[in-house]
């Protein structure tokens, strides 16, 4: 592979072409905001000509704060790789649908256990970004509602999925709720489908303490399904094709479980310092925690050509 001067520092080699970062835990600090510090790096590795894609577990509506920082990007690997998506303008670019009998199978399941399933949809087919399942009377959590009012995320109750006009959009279908209950939800959901969806379990975003206490203990996770084929990488290497990327010059950094797949495929895994255990085991190289701006320093490194 031709190597490519860099821009920001002359006489530097960049290895890399691709930069995907993901923003909960990574970008973002503790209180969910995009440091300075690693907003500036961003827009440097930007400027030295690497293509920066934010690859995210949250959706672009849920994303707005981090878009704003980091600047205009030509695509976003957004709601845990089941969608790649124009930053800008929203067009959806591609995306892994989910089987409609799976949807159901797992709605159904979601609120038979009390909690509403959070169906996202792809696309601007839907004037809503989530169809909220609500029957078997399910109820949502208190932070979901605090994360939708906070995010001005738009979302419709439905009280059967025969509501939905568009069931082909459906990207992934999830909940929230404390550990004790979405870890069991998420082992049954995989013995009952196994290998038809790919299931995710891991810690919510920031929220308040007092959305977050029900009294019943454990920390609040969200469960998610999606096609099996829906992952972060598999976002990522869409978007190599499409923009003419040797997969083995991307660079990836992350903290969390949703980020393993595109920690062990790209062509260099960077692990945050807060990382949970798995991430920084597989990953190629270590950088500082998001509250000490460790976005920046792997940029940093990245551009110097130390990595």
Known sequence: VAPVSCAYAPGVT??????????????????????RENADAIKRAKAAGIEVVLCTGR??????????????????????????????SGETLHRFPMHEPVVRGVVDLLTAEGHAALVLKAGTVSAVDYLVGTQNGATIDPVTTWWFETLGVLYTEIGSLDQDEHPEWTVRVGACAPSTRTIPIRDDLLGRYGEQVLFQSFPAVVAPEHVKDDGSGGMYHVVEAFARDAHKWSGIDWLCDRFGIDRRRTAVIGDQINDTTMIEHAGLGIAMGNAVDEIKRIADVHTSTNDECGVAAAVDRLLAGEW
Request: a negative charge; hydrophobic letters at 45%.
């Open 14 to 35: 960049l290895n890399y072409d691709l930069l995907a970062v993901d923003i909960d835990g990574t970008l973002a600090d503790s209180s969910g905001r995009v440091p």
């Open 59 to 88: 959706s672009r509506a849920e994303s707005g704060f981090a878009i704003d920082a980091i600047g205009p990007t030509r695509a976003m690997v957004s709601a845990g790789g089941s969608m790649v998506v124009d930053p800008a």
